[in-house]
């Protein structure tokens, strides 16, 4: 199963995969449609289309920060690996230009796509990881350099893969982790100054944080209250104040809770209704502006017009999570796996993706605005 995956379906930062990414509309208000069918907020006015009734106060949500109309690029490069799972970008080697990288999980790799800084990758490599299906970068043993960390569901395990500075990375080291682990995230948990995990662990029904010594070695694994084995979760500093927070999904009650975390544990902030659409929704985090606050990024899949829209949103600590009007990005469905980033130094946001299958070749895509 992919990150916050419900049932049977698989699914990634971005559950659902675009094939082909178009600008839709502009604008940015406080509330937008999803569909006739969707009441409230909408239909009610900006003033009704916020958070929850319980810690807000009325009045009008701040505007969301909205990323400017761009036309995006399409490259595809067929037949790159056997069954791509997902996607990151990341500077990995510290040069200034962002990097992309996907997850192979019958070719037990992670391809590693060094940036130019202008939407090109000259130098391409292969990282030996094992049966991976999900993974995320950070620094985990504070040397400095971005380490990769990832799961896999098939063999109960948790794999590192410390980099070594440049673009020099060790071998992979694997630690069990049972309970069927899936979407996995670094975030100092309890702000002592390091990197802690945080993931679903499905059979479990257990989101679980597992705390870092400060060496790259890590706790046995804490279940948190609030949030299942199966929920669709994203960590950013949403509210710009140097620490990371968690946005999840809340479905079937089609919400979305913001969490902070305070000595390990976490803590409610506000909750927001959103339209029925995003039960079908995946969540990321980008500072999409340079402003210091992470911006929500939802991608939605919508079955009544038979394609995905990517939305952009704002947190806010007394209204909750805005999202903009209009799509960023509007394309077809297929596949699924799609993450923003900044690759071609232009400042608006870019993605990388790919299509899978089980057992059979998948496509690489880099969407960029030049």
Known sequence: MRPGERGGRRTTAFRTGVLALWLGATGCVSAFSLGQDDAGPSDAGPSDAGPSDAGNDAGTPP?????????????????????????????????????????????????????????????????????????????????GDLDLVATNQDLNRITFIRGEGGRAFAAPVGIRQTGFPTNIALID??????????????VEDCFAVRLNDGTG???????????????????????????????????????IDVFEFEDGA?????????????????????????????????????????????????????????????????????????????????????AVGQTTCSFCASTYFVHTTR
């Open 63 to 143: 505007a969301p920060s909205c990323p400017a109309p761009a036309t995006l690029r399409v490259q595809s490069f067929p037949d790159q690996a056997r069954e791509a799972m997902m996607s990151r970008i990341a500077d990995m080697d510290s040069d200034g230009a962002a990097d992309a990288m996907w997850a192979n999980q019958l070719d037990q790799t992670i391809a590693l796509w060094f940036g130019d800084g202008a939407g090109g990758f000259p130098e391409r490599i292969a990282l030996s990881s094992g049966r991976l299906n999900y993974f995320d970068v950070g620094d985990i043993d504070g040397d």
């Open 189 to 202: 948990v309890d702000a002592d100054g390091d990197l802690d995990i945080l993931l679903n662990l499905r």
């Open 217 to 255: 070695s890590f706790a046995d694994r804490l279940c948190l209250a609030g949030l299942s084995g199966r929920s669709v979760w994203a960590v950013g500093d949403f509210d710009g104040n140097g620490r990371k927070e968690l946005a999840a999904l809340q479905a079937p009650d089609t919400r």
């Open 266 to 350: 976490m803590r409610l902030a506000q909750s927001t209704p959103m339209p029925s659409a995003f039960n079908e929704a995946s969540l990321m985090a980008l500072d999409q502006d340079g402003d210091g606050r992470d911006e929500l990024v939802a991608t939605i899949a919508r079955p009544d017009i038979g394609k995905v829209e990517t939305r952009f949103g704002s947190y806010d600590a007394d209204f909750g999570v805005t999202f903009c009007d209009a799509p960023y990005a509007t394309g077809e469905v297929g596949g699924f796996g799609v993450t923003y980033g900044h690759l071609d130094g232009d400042g608006r946001p870019d």
